[in-house]
Structure formats: structure tokens, C-alpha cells
């Protein structure tokens, strides 16, 4: 599922992204604006720092000190 995604712009480009899913950790990303606010990531697979509100299929997850948010599945 991860190994052909096709360029929406050009059909005849294809990619694997196998290589950056994750079973044991979450990519990290920081809001260097708000740093309170970090985005927990996974590519072709859940995320694994999952709570109530990103359960499931999330793949993106939006968390702070007082909420998370699931923003996308994978």
C-alpha cells in the first residue's frame, strides 16, 4: 500500500514510502512557534503514542499540555 504512491502531478513517477513507517516510535515535530504544541507522525502505519482522542487510524496527531487532536489518518 505504502510501496507505489503515485506523484499527483506526474502518474509516471512512483514512490515507496515503507521506509518511513515506524512500529516503536513516532516522528516528533514542534511548533517553533508555539513549542507547547508537538505533532506525533507516522507514515503507511497508526501511530504508536496513541490516547483517547488519537486512537485508531490516526497518523497525525496534534497534542499540548491540555488536549490532543487527531488531525489525519495514515
Given at each position: 500500500?505504502?510501496?507505489?504512491?503515485?506523484?499527483?502531478?506526474?502518474?509516471?513517477?512512483?514512490?515507496?514510502?515503507?521506509?518511513?513507517?515506524?512500529?516503536?516510535?513516532?516522528?516528533?515535530?514542534?511548533?517553533?512557534?508555539?513549542?507547547?504544541?508537538?505533532?506525533?507522525?507516522?507514515?503507511?502505519?497508526?501511530?504508536?503514542?496513541?490516547?483517547?482522542?488519537?486512537?485508531?487510524?490516526?497518523g497525525i496527531c496534534e497534542k499540548s499540555s491540555l488536549s490532543s487532536y487527531k488531525i489525519g489518518e495514515y
Open positions: 500500500q505504502c510501496t507505489a504512491i503515485t506523484d499527483p502531478a506526474d502518474s509516471s513517477k512512483k514512490y515507496d514510502l515503507s521506509p518511513l513507517s515506524s512500529s516503536s516510535v513516532d516522528y516528533e515535530a514542534i511548533n517553533t512557534r508555539f513549542p507547547s504544541y508537538k505533532f506525533s507522525i507516522n507514515v503507511c502505519r497508526p501511530i504508536v503514542g496513541v490516547d483517547v482522542a488519537c486512537s485508531g487510524n490516526t
